[in-house]
């Protein structure tokens, strides 16, 4: 009887030990499927993302303090270069419309 108990106790215990290691493996694969798709996900979001040229940051900035400094003529000169330079930029739609607003403040003059 005794011998039966051990044998029943031990079985148990190998019994529980095998559900954890396949418990451990697969929660392993999971977490490694969820860093793969996290991976995966980030890559696609670097791709999306367009570097915007360096000049072209430039170019903005300096239209805009030219707006902002009363120098309605040479900010809109500076737009135009900006958007003869880098027609579909990421700065296009802002430089048309700060282009716009200096050709209207000069046409008030």
Known sequence: M???FWFLAAAAVAGFVFWLRSW???QAERER????RLASFM???RAAVAPVDPAQKLLFDAAAKAGEANE???SVQLYARLL???PDGAFAPQAR???ELQRQKLAKR
Do not use: I, S, V
């Not at 499927?33 to 793969?36: G, H, I, L, Q």
């Open 2 to 4: 005794k011998l039966l």
């Open 84 to 86: 003869f330079r880098f």
């Open 33 to 36: 499927a969820a860093e793969e």
């Open 72 to 74: 309605p003529a040479l």
């Open 43 to 45: 890559a696609q979001a």
């Open 24 to 26: 451990r493996r697969r």
């Open 97 to 99: 419309a700060g282009a």
